[in-house]
């Protein structure tokens, strides 16, 4: 893969986006009955941390709130703008997103841990949307907390 300035691989570029993140959505977020997986865990952490979440789920269709928050079941549900859209998908499954958040046109979008398909990195990338692959934005976002301003 090219080297693309918007996939951020640095951590000065990590701390960066960090910095001004907000308001996340959650593709792929799992509901408290399934506790012990990431996909619920890291957000839970990350509104511990003062982040906003907009659970999106795609695997429980009747579950209508996650973390307190409304659940929407699409990215193009989810009404305002998002700073950052955490992946919890499939490498095989992130080409089917693709146009729904080249769409949505958040500022960046962040694969998790294990998560990394690098096609659709540079195509987001190309349009001008940030990219974070393979790693935890809650250990990210944990390790650079002390740097971040102070949410109210």
């Known amino acids: 893969m090219a080297e693309n300035p918007r996939v951020l691989t640095t951590d000065v570029q990590i701390a ?3 910095s001004q993140v907000r308001r996340v959505a959650v593709l792929g977020i799992r509901s408290e009955a399934y506790r012990d997986r ?6 839970a952490a990350l509104a511990h941390m003062g982040l906003e979440i907009v659970p999106v789920a795609l695997h429980e269709p ?3 709130h996650i973390l307190g928050q409304p659940v929407y079941h699409s990215l193009a549900e989810v009404p305002g703008t998002l700073d ?7 490498p095989v499954d992130l080409p089917a997103h693709l146009e729904e958040l080249l769409a949505i046109r958040p500022r960046a979008v962040w694969f998790q841990s294990g998560i990394r398909h690098d096609a659709v990195a540079e195509r987001l990338a190309a349009e ?5 692959q393979d790693r935890c934005l809650m250990v990210e976002y944990r390790r650079y ?7 109210a």
């Open 16 to 18: 960066g986006l960090l």
């Open 84 to 90: 950052l859209v955490d992946v919890f998908r499939r």
């Open 38 to 43: 990431p996909a619920f865990y890291v957000p």
């Open 145 to 151: 907390a002390h740097a971040l301003p102070v949410r």
């Open 128 to 132: 001008g949307i940030l990219v974070v």
């Open 62 to 64: 009747a579950v209508t």
